[in-house]
Structures are given as structure tokens and as C-alpha cells.
């Protein structure tokens, strides 16, 4: 217990999380000024289940009949016959050479095309329904919608909104608004629960890089609730939110088979991208946390600032990697003249590719036309 005391003494010293000079008792919440507190943060992790839950109900009582009365059928895919064989190669590796293929194709008398079947077969055995991705993207669509909706609701009569140099007046003695707390609060709910989902969810080509955002997504929320950096925090969360729309509402019109309707959503979720993640992400707000701030605030920054720095940077690096998908997607659609391909939506075991836009945001990060076998598959 000592020990334990010892080590939670050394990482909430004030020198670490605060400007100097300043204590966790100069931070205490009073009638007349609410504070940050970090215990608060231990609230998203029970209501990230009450998320889960409201997925589940949503998903039988509106999602899916949605889905299905857009003619998205549960149709579930073919079992490949039983093979001892084949099934104790595919156990060892389930990603078959040519050489393998002849290999196998021999010692059972098969021809090649009747082990490269079986191989489809065996791989989409658990792969989701199309009606199964449709759940999982109007659910992501309704939550980032909602969380856009409230955050504009929440911060349109703040001060920091409008002028973002306001989110450092008078740091750190700032209060934090109920709206602005359950803002907080929910958000973090959300993220959590997509952290958990994301391993029963379908796996996608940058599985790893979507976990990656939303475990980065966390640690900022959390890290600037803790330093009463949550001004800037609710900006980041909102810019982040608005362009998740309308990839989850072209990735719902492409498994409906809209085509010209995902086209036209896709093309508009391209531009509000770029100007969200590459424009206003690092313009506005990567500006103002990493040049303007240590000027107005006119102290030392400390630690847990450059930390905080750090994952918004690193963030901005995962909306590089996925802008530059999204061009190729936009490249190779422009080619094709609609939607082809999604270069992150595909399953990790599969050899072809989804027919949706898929998120990267993730979120988040095309097409089941199987025009192409020469793209890799790795997942907000």
C-alpha cells in the first residue's frame, strides 16, 4: 500500500500536470467555480456499456429493419465443405500461395480452381452480413451525427468558439460547464465502447490504426480533462465529429446499393475531410495549443502540455495516412467514373474487397466488386 501510495504521489505531482506554481488545491471545485477532476473519468467506462446496450436495442428495433426495408438481405455465406486436409493447412496458414494451392491441388486429385474455391468458401465463413456492416455504420452515423448536433448546441454561446485565443485566457482557473462536462463525458462513453466493440466488430485493413485512434482519442480527452485543457478538447471533438457523417451515411447508401447517392455523399465527405482534419485541424486548433498558447497563458508549460501536444500530433499523423487513402479512393473512382474501392474496408482475412466507403476515424478508414486482386488487406 505504501508502494502504491508512493507512485500515485509521483504521477499527480502538480509539477507534472500544472503550470508552476500552481497545486491540486488551488484547483478545488467551489459553489461558485466548478474545476476539472480527474476522478470524473472513471463515469465513461460503466455508460460505455450502457452504449453498447443502446447499440444493441437500436440495431433490432430500427437499424436492421431500416436495413432490410432498403432490401439489404441478412444472407449468410455458403459453408465450405469439410476437408481434413484443407482444414489442417488453412489452420496453419490462411493466406494460400500458388505453390500451396498446387501443392494441395495434387495430393487430393482436386484441380487448382477447386482448392481456390474451397479457400472463398472457408474465408467468408465468418465473414458478417451485408445488413451486419449496415448495423455497424448507422450506428456509428447516429452517434456522430447526435455528438455534432450537441456540440454545436453546447458551444455555439461560448466564448472559445469564436475566438480560440479564448481557450487560454485565465488558464487554468476555468470552469467547467455542465453542457461542456457531459460533452466530455459522453464522448469518452463513445470511444471506450468502440475500443471494446472493435474486436467482436468487422475486422478491417487498419484494424491496428483504428485502435491506435481511438486509444489516442482517450488519452487526449482524458489528458486535457486533467489539465483543464477541456476549451480546446471540446473544439477537437467537434472538428473531428462532422466529417464521420457522411463517411458512415456513403459507406449505408453503398450497402443499400445507392450508388449515385454514395458517389455524391463520398465526394462531399472528401472536401469536409481535407478541411476539417488537414485545414482547420492543424490551422486553427494544432496552432493555437502549440504556438499561441504558451504566449497568452505567459508561464512555463509543463509536462503533461508537450504530452498533450504529442498525441495531437500523433493524430494528425493517422489523418495523413488515411487522407492519403482517400485519394487513392477518389483516384481510382474518378478512373472507374463511380465508387470502386475502399482501401481500408475489406476484411483482414479476406482477398477481396467490401462494396462500402469504410471510416477512418474511426472511425473510422469501397467496393465488393472484385475488379482487383493486387491490394493488400490489413481495418476509425
Known amino acids: 500500500m505504501d508502494v502504491f501510495r508512493a507512485v500515485a504521489h509521483e504521477f499527480w505531482k502538480p509539477s507534472i500536470w500544472l503550470p508552476p506554481n500552481i497545486t491540486w488545491e488551488d484547483l478545488k471545485s467551489t459553489p461558485e467555480i466548478q474545476y476539472a477532476d480527474y476522478r470524473h473519468l472513471i463515469y465513461p467506462l460503466p455508460m460505455a456499456f450502457l452504449f453498447l446496450l443502446t447499440r444493441y436495442i437500436l440495431e433490432r428495433i430500427w437499424f436492421s429493419p431500416v436495413g432490410v426495408s ?17 482444414e489442417k493447412a488453412y489452420a496453419a496458414n490462411s493466406k494460400w500461395k500458388h505453390k500451396e494451392i498446387t501443392g494441395l491441388a495434387k495430393q487430393l486429385d482436386w484441380s487448382e480452381r477447386q482448392v481456390e474455391w474451397w479457400l472463398r468458401l472457408r474465408k467468408s465463413h465468418h465473414k458478417p452480413s451485408t445488413l451486419v456492416k449496415f448495423c455497424e455504420c448507422f450506428w456509428r452515423g447516429f452517434y456522430y451525427f447526435s455528438a455534432f448536433v450537441y456540440g454545436m448546441y453546447v458551444l455555439w454561446d461560448k466564448p472559445w468558439f469564436w475566438n480560440i ?3 487560454w485566457y485565465n488558464y487554468p482557473y476555468q470552469n467547467v460547464d455542465g453542457d461542456i462536462w457531459w460533452y466530455y463525458m459522453l464522448s469518452l462513453s463513445f470511444y471506450w465502447s468502440l475500443a471494446i466493440s472493435q474486436f467482436t466488430d468487422v475486422k478491417r485493413k487498419d484494424f491496428y490504426q483504428m485502435f491506435a485512434h481511438h486509444v489516442i482519442t482517450i488519452f ?10 477541456h476549451r480546446i478538447g471540446s473544439l477537437v471533438l467537434a472538428t473531428h465529429d462532422v466529417a464521420d457523417i457522411f463517411l458512415e451515411g456513403a459507406k449505408m447508401t453503398k450497402y443499400a446499393k445507392y450508388q449515385k447517392t454514395c458517389d455524391i455523399i463520398f465526394a462531399v465527405f472528401t472536401v469536409v475531410w481535407i478541411l476539417s482534419r488537414l485545414v482547420f485541424y492543424p490551422l486553427w486548433i494544432l496552432k493555437s495549443t502549440a504556438i499561441d498558447a504558451p504566449v497568452i497563458v505567459q508561464t512555463p508549460m509543463f509536462p503533461a502540455y508537450y504530452i498533450f501536444n504529442g498525441f495531437l500530433i500523433l493524430l494528425l499523423g493517422l489523418h495523413i495516412f488515411w487522407t492519403h487513402l482517400i485519394m487513392r479512393i477518389v483516384y481510382n473512382s474518378v478512373m472507374a467514373g463511380h465508387m470502386e474501392k475502399d482501401l481500408r474496408s475489406g476484411s483482414s482475412d479476406d482477398d477481396s474487397s467490401d462494396d462500402v466507403p469504410s471510416s477512418p476515424t474511426n472511425n473510422h478508414k469501397a467496393t465488393e466488386n472484385h475488379q482487383s486482386n493486387n491490394h493488400s488487406h490489413g481495418d476509425s
Open 70 to 86: 432498403l432490401g439489404i438481405k441478412n444472407a449468410k455465406h455458403k459453408n465450405a465443405p469439410s476437408n481434413v486436409v484443407l
Open 220 to 229: 487526449l480527452l482524458s489528458f486535457s480533462y486533467i489539465c483543464n485543457f
Open 165 to 167: 485565443d479564448a481557450c
